[in-house]
């Protein structure tokens, strides 16, 4: 059984949400909450709060136990972005692109062993 959470349109590039993504990947969901509370990048806090959500959908869907989710997948894909313009000599411009990204964490229950 999946439970997901997905945030969207997040101020962050995907780059960087990605790099602590790569971290959490794979790990049993109590553990990741605690790594990504020591983590000191900006994404980490977004990764947090999508987390916190899947858990409270998975911990309300049915009788689940915390203990026993891990995260199976960590999607991180390009959001919309706004497109910019850097003022530079000569009257000349330079663009630039303020990217966002879209945030979705798939949990699975653990099989007992």
């Known amino acids: 059984m999946e439970m997901q959470a997905v945030t969207r349109t997040v101020r962050i590039s995907p780059r960087k949400v ?9 790990m049993p969901a109590k553990a990741a909450l605690n ?13 947090t709060d999508t987390l916190k959500s899947a858990i409270a959908n998975a911990l309300k869907s049915g009788k689940i136990e915390e203990e026993k989710l891990i ?5 991180v894909n390009e959001g919309p ?14 663009p630039y692109k303020k990217r966002s990204s879209h945030v979705r964490i798939i949990l ?3 099989n007992g062993k």
Request: no cysteine; aromatic share 4%.
């Open 71 to 75: 995260i199976s997948r960590i999607e």
């Open 35 to 47: 790594v990504l509370s020591l983590v000191k990048k900006r994404g980490a806090s977004v990764l």
């Open 18 to 26: 990605s790099i602590v993504a790569d971290v959490i990947r794979n």
């Open 108 to 110: 699975e229950v653990k």
């Open 81 to 94: 972005f706004l497109k910019r313009f850097h003022a530079s000599t000569r009257g000349r411009t330079h």
